[in-house]
């Protein structure tokens, strides 16, 4: 006996998850030192950027040894060794 289940996904829903496995990952760049160095690279980045298209969002990747055990929910990005930069294209407003 075989048992045969049918679903029926709306076409928006259909499309929708088809454009959300072919995006690019969030973040692009990664393990940029979090000193002056790093942030003029970030810096340089926003000024260069089409941000009418697009979006950055600058977060902290690793813990400082110093503050270990201090935070629950993630650290803020000078409680961290090196940054993450995200590129998000905006959408339509």
């Known amino acids: 006996m075989q048992l045969t289940i049918t679903i029926d996904i709306p076409e928006a829903q259909a499309q929708e998850r088809q454009s ?8 692009q760049f990664a393990e ?15 000024k260069y950027l089409n941000r009418d298209r697009y979006q950055v969002l600058v977060k902290g990747q690793h813990i400082t040894e110093q ?3 201090r935070y629950r929910y993630g650290q803020p990005i000078k409680a961290s060794t090196h940054l993450r930069v995200y590129i998000n294209e905006r959408g339509d407003k």
């Not at 959300?20 to 973040?27: E, F």
């Not at 002056?36 to 340089?44: D, K, P, R, T």
């Open 32 to 46: 940029i030192p979090n000193n002056a160095e790093g942030w003029a690279f970030v810096e340089g980045l926003k």
């Open 20 to 27: 959300d496995t072919t995006k690019a990952p969030r973040y």
């Open 67 to 69: 503050a270990k055990g």
